[in-house]
């Protein structure tokens, strides 16, 4: 239940209730009575209070309203339910940002279908994978992923971003399918990093709360242009859409990220918010060119989630951007835990902050106690967006109603800090060790631009540490260098035994870490 006071705090942050005519707001309610709050029903109400403000502002397209932006995506579920789609069918979509990617999430919705987010980084091999175990139909595609889709099994169906636009927009305005008669489900894949991605069923907000939670810490604004560079297909990415379209934003989209090109819409949008995932902002602190502060005047929030800064990057960040940056800690399976405002940044750069409101987070050790503030234990949580399950019917362990995260963290000044994945520990001869101790230890060398150490398989020692290391450029650095570096700040079972130097660490296309391909490169 939404505490009555965190509610008014929310409408007068977000400033969601603004002047209008009284029949906007009657829309607004009906649209919301009518389709719920899902996608369809966020960005119906935004039709209905704000029909002719921008809501995408896409780099092929151009500007839409909302009210286009409804009508569109209207006639794309119905081309969508011409090719087979319908309540409760599989359907995929292999998309990256753009307007006609946002129509398919909301037309599969009103359709009542299931729609699965793919990520755009997938193989052919892995995308035929993901079809078979989510049961797919069909598969809506942006036209250069022809090849990729090219390996699906005959059986799914594909269906190319050219000619589905051109089906929509052969039908006449105002042509929709009706509301379906059960309500569409979003299956987001989990990032896949040790292994074929998992289908999570995400949940529907049943009301404001969410956003209640989020503009808790995040201080977003109805009206506001936000550039969304998180993949759409990534939890985060989604999240930024729900938002975006509950708050009538004008959202910006564009297709592939760059440091250069992310500068240049920041500017020439005058965009106030700005979501990403951090390794986007780890290259815009790398390649832009180093200016005085106020490079983007009108930029107030830099919200970001998806995987952890680099040790000390976030006071990097703000030194250069000033005090604009947000971190949401929490994942495709529990939506959010803590989340990390500025001021917090600045007094524990390495910590998530805290809970927002409606979040219970609590630290448990082995036994199912909860540990002592400092104590490292395993991070439980829970929310109203808590995922549903997985589509192959597992879940997560569970805990007094809590979610088990798989992180495990503990409490530092107040606050909440992540000391890695519980399975990511390494045990050699004994000694626990966890790799982000050991990578802090390593990015606190200046010659170090990244760095990622992995368990690896010993006969004496049944594990040992494997440190992969990307220097910056012009820099030069030896193997016992690296050792020497972490001899200096830690106990001796943290010292790699193997040092391997690369050109860049192989991440997914949401930045996370593919920690299986390093085990590879051994």
């Given at each position: 239940?939404?505490?009555?006071?965190?509610?008014?705090?929310?409408?007068?942050?977000?400033?969601?209730?603004?002047?209008?005519?009284?029949?906007?707001?009657?829309?607004?309610?009906?649209?919301?009575?009518?389709?719920?709050?899902?996608?369809?029903?966020?960005?119906?109400?935004?039709?209905r209070i704000a029909p002719n403000a921008v809501a995408?502002?896409?780099?092929?397209?151009?500007?839409?309203?909302?009210?286009?932006?409804?009508?569109?995506?209207?006639?794309?579920?119905?081309?969508?339910?011409?090719?087979?789609?319908?309540?409760?069918?599989?359907?995929?979509?292999?998309?990256?940002?753009?307007?006609?990617a946002l129509e398919v999430m909301l037309g599969a919705?009103?359709?009542?279908?299931?729609?699965?987010?793919?990520?755009?980084?997938?193989s052919a091999p892995q995308l035929a994978e993901v079809?078979?175990?989510?049961?797919?139909?069909?598969?809506?595609?942006?036209?250069?992923?022809?090849?990729?889709?090219?390996?699906?099994?005959?059986?799914?169906?594909?269906?190319?971003?050219?000619?589905?636009?051109?089906?929509?927009?052969?039908?006449?305005?105002?042509?929709?399918?009706?509301?379906?008669?059960?309500?569409?489900?979003?299956?987001?894949?989990?990032?896949?990093?040790?292994?074929?991605?998992?289908?999570?069923?995400?949940?529907?907000?049943?009301?404001?709360?969410?956003?209640?939670?989020?503009?808790?810490?995040?201080?977003?604004?109805?009206?506001?242009?936000?550039?969304?560079?998180?993949?759409?297909?990534?939890?985060?990415?989604?999240?930024?859409?729900?938002?975006?379209?509950?708050?009538?934003?004008?959202?910006?989209?564009?297709?592939?990220?760059?440091?250069?090109?992310?500068?240049?819409?920041?500017?020439?949008?005058?965009?106030?918010?700005?979501?990403?995932?951090?390794?986007?902002?780890?290259?815009?602190?790398?390649?832009?060119?180093?200016?005085?502060?106020?490079?983007?005047?009108?930029?107030?929030?830099?919200?970001?989630?998806?995987?952890?800064?680099?040790?000390?990057?976030?006071?990097?960040?703000?030194?250069?951007?000033?005090?604009?940056?947000?971190?949401?800690?929490?994942?495709?399976?529990?939506?959010?835990?803590?989340?990390?405002?500025?001021?917090?940044?600045?007094?524990?750069?390495?910590?998530?902050?805290?809970?927002?409101?409606?979040?219970?987070?609590?630290?448990?050790?082995?036994?199912?106690?909860?540990?002592?503030?400092?104590?490292?234990?395993?991070?439980?949580?829970?929310?109203?967006?808590?995922?549903?399950?997985?589509?192959?019917?597992?879940?997560?362990?569970?805990?007094?109603?809590?979610?088990?995260?798989?992180?495990?963290?503990?409490?530092?000044?107040?606050?909440?800090?992540?000391?890695?994945?519980?399975?990511?520990?390494?045990?050699?001869?004994?000694?626990?060790?966890?790799?982000?101790?050991?990578?802090?230890?390593?990015?606190?060398?200046?010659?170090?631009?990244?760095?990622?150490?992995?368990?690896?398989?010993?006969?004496?020692?049944?594990?040992?540490?494997?440190?992969?290391?990307?220097?910056?450029?012009?820099?030069?650095?030896?193997?016992?260098?690296?050792?020497?570096?972490?001899?200096?700040?830690?106990?001796?079972?943290?010292?790699?035994?193997?040092?391997?130097?690369?050109?860049?660490?192989?991440?997914?296309?949401?930045?996370?870490?593919?920690?299986?391909?390093?085990?590879?490169?051994?």
């Open positions: 239940m939404i505490n009555p006071l965190a509610l008014a705090k929310a409408i007068v942050t977000t400033r969601l209730v603004g002047p209008a005519l009284p029949h906007r707001y009657v829309g607004q309610l009906a649209a919301l009575a009518w389709w719920g709050f899902g996608l369809v029903g966020e960005a119906a109400q935004a039709a995408v502002d896409d780099e092929d397209a151009g500007e839409i309203t909302y009210a286009e932006l409804l009508d569109r995506a209207a006639r794309v579920a119905v081309a969508l339910r011409e090719r087979g789609a319908g309540p409760g069918v599989q359907i995929g979509m292999l998309a990256r940002n753009h307007v006609g919705s009103m359709l009542g279908a299931d729609l699965v987010l793919c990520n755009t980084g997938l079809a078979r175990r989510q049961a797919l139909t069909l598969l809506v595609h942006d036209d250069e992923f022809a090849a990729v889709v090219g390996g699906l099994p005959q059986a799914v169906a594909r269906l190319g971003e050219g000619e589905l636009g051109a089906a929509a927009a052969a039908l006449p305005r105002g042509t929709g399918p009706g509301r379906p008669a059960r309500a569409g489900r979003t299956i987001i894949l989990t990032s896949g990093t040790t292994g074929t991605p998992k289908g999570a069923v995400r949940r529907n907000p049943g009301g404001i709360g969410p956003l209640v939670s989020i503009v808790d810490k995040i201080p977003l604004r109805a009206g506001e242009t936000v550039l969304v560079s998180a993949p759409i297909f990534h939890t985060w990415g989604y999240a930024a859409i729900q938002l975006c379209l509950t708050l009538h934003a004008r959202i910006v989209l564009r297709r592939r990220f760059t440091p250069e090109a992310a500068a240049t819409t920041l500017l020439e949008a005058g965009c106030q918010v700005m979501f990403a995932v951090p390794v986007m902002l780890q290259r815009m602190l790398e390649q832009l060119p180093a200016e005085p502060a106020g490079r983007f005047p009108k930029l107030r929030i830099v919200a970001t989630s998806g995987s952890a800064y680099p040790h000390g990057f976030a006071t990097r960040f703000m030194d250069r951007f000033g005090d604009v940056l947000y971190n949401l800690y929490g994942s495709t399976e529990v939506s959010w835990v803590c989340i990390a405002t500025p001021t917090e940044l600045r007094r524990n750069p390495d910590s998530v902050g805290t809970p927002p409101h409606g979040t219970v987070v609590t630290i448990l050790d082995d036994d199912g106690h909860e540990v002592a503030p400092g104590e490292v234990g395993r991070i439980f949580a829970g929310n109203s967006m808590v995922f549903d399950g997985y589509t192959a019917g597992s879940g997560k362990p569970m805990h007094d109603g809590l979610i088990d995260t798989g992180d495990l963290g503990h409490i530092e000044d107040g606050l909440y800090v992540v000391d890695g994945r519980a399975d990511d520990m390494i045990v050699s001869g004994g000694e626990n060790v966890y790799p982000a101790e050991v990578e802090s230890a390593l990015l606190a060398h200046p010659a170090v631009r990244e760095a990622c150490v992995i368990g690896v398989p010993d006969e004496e020692y049944g594990q040992r540490l494997a440190a992969f290391v990307v220097l910056r450029d012009g820099a030069r650095l030896t193997a016992d260098d690296v050792r020497d570096q972490v001899r200096a700040q830690r106990a001796r079972h943290c010292i790699p035994r193997d040092v391997v130097f690369l050109p860049e660490l192989p991440r997914n296309a949401t930045g996370k870490v593919l920690a299986r391909e390093l085990g590879r490169r051994l």
